[in-house]
């Protein structure tokens, strides 16, 4: 059973760092596509970087420059990395993922329970 884990998120001030973790377990093939996405209250879940199998990275436009998504195969971890963060990025973070490509879609099959991020100003 593909069990997701998030971990990482805090509370920190405009213009700091985060890196939030993602362990996975359980993927039957070891190929996984994954992403992180974010929901702020009443708000619609958005992607916010995903990762394909062969390591080509997507992001969105308002975290591109600021967020990096890489993945570590050997630990099976999935990481967001946050630098310059914002108000605006005030949000439950999720991980996700699939043996299919949805990049920025909310179409994964699995994924965690989120670990909240707070960016004050």
């Known amino acids: 059973q593909v069990q997701l884990v998030e971990s990482g998120g805090g509370s920190v001030q405009a213009g700091g760092s985060l890196t939030l973790s993602c362990a996975h377990f359980?993927?039957?093939?070891?190929?996984?596509?994954m992403a992180w996405f974010r929901q702020a209250p009443g708000k619609e879940r958005e992607g916010v970087a995903a990762?394909?199998?062969?390591?080509?990275?997507r992001y969105a436009e308002s975290v591109k420059g600021r967020f990096t998504i890489s993945q570590d195969n050997a630990k099976n971890t999935l990481y967001l990395e946050m630098s310059s963060l914002k108000p605006e990025d005030t949000a439950m973070y999720y991980c996700?993922?699939?043996?299919?490509?949805?990049?920025?879609?909310?179409?994964?099959?699995?994924w965690g329970q989120g670990t909240q991020v707070t960016v004050s100003s």
């Open positions: 996700a993922a699939d043996n299919r490509q949805w990049w920025l879609l909310p179409m994964y099959n699995y």
């Open positions: 359980g993927y039957p093939d070891g190929r996984n596509c």
């Open positions: 990762i394909s199998v062969d390591r080509t990275t």
